[in-house]
């Protein structure tokens, strides 16, 4: 059987899958991710940083070994927000072309959406039984938001569309990069990131409240919603078996957003679960997760591993 490759190019984590499409399913074969904040000073200088560009460089050099190792035919790598924005990305995709022989596609916030959603409902097993359920998944990036609403199979979906979805343009590297200005952080700073946050969070109710309701789940995938489930489950090594639909209620949200926000950096970046390279970028995660949570009244976080990697190798 023929083994497909994805690569995500994000603005904070490379990531690369290799894997088997048997029954609708994907099975994995070697799941690799690194971090290298690609998108960090987009947001204030407009270009990719010679530092994050050497390492990811470096990280596609290595996953185009494995992925050769692996014989591998069929590889597709998507890239999003910080290559969506970055006055020089059409050098960097130039470069890891010519270096790697990977070819990368810059894909929209909806395409970005639409590949999310694809694959959540592939990794969600029957067994669940949420799949029926109207969903609220929320993919909180380095540089940019994607949300969908998928109306399962409610009986208005027959005469509306199933799917809502939009992205919009605030990440956790933006946020840190724009808002935390002091360490610990300040209540003046925690003010005014939260400000932010609710009023993109605002802009996605204006869309979808109306549709959200007591019957709808809220999944988080991607970096921020892993890295919550990785602290709460006290993981010394990232591991995805463990993560993948780990829930999380509210009130212990609630609880290690206070034990973080009292501690400097240095001190975060020695929390169980917790990745040092993380550290800064967990408070704009766990502050906007909580704000998902209370503005649509959810009282539990399903987290998924699974998103746009599958997504794109599906």
Known sequence: MPLFASIDIGSNTLRLLIGEVKNSR???????????RLGTGVNQTGRLQDKNIEASLAVLREFSSIISRHGVKYVRAVATSALREASNSAIFIKNVLAETGISIEVISGEKEAELILKGILLSLPESLHITHLPLLIIDIGGGSTEWILYKGNQPAA??????????????????????IKTDPVSEADIKNLTDEIISFIDE?????????????????????????????????????????????????????????LLLPLDERKNVRGLEPERADLIIPGILFTIKIMEIFKFGELTVSDYGLLEGVLF
């Open 204 to 260: 996605i109710k204006i869309r979808i409240g109306q549709n959200i309701n007591r019957q709808t789940r809220f999944i988080g995938t991607a970096g921020t919603f892993t890295t919550l489930a990785s602290i709460d489950l006290g993981l010394a090594t990232y591991t995805r078996e463990k993560i993948h639909l780990h829930r999380l209620p509210l009130n212990r949200l609630q609880d290690m957003s206070k034990t973080l």
């Open 26 to 36: 994907i099975a994995d074969v070697c799941y690799e991710r690194k971090i290298t």
């Open 158 to 179: 027959a005469t509306r569309s199933r799917v809502d979805m939009g992205s919009i343009p605030v990440g956790v590297i933006k946020l840190a990069g724009d808002f």
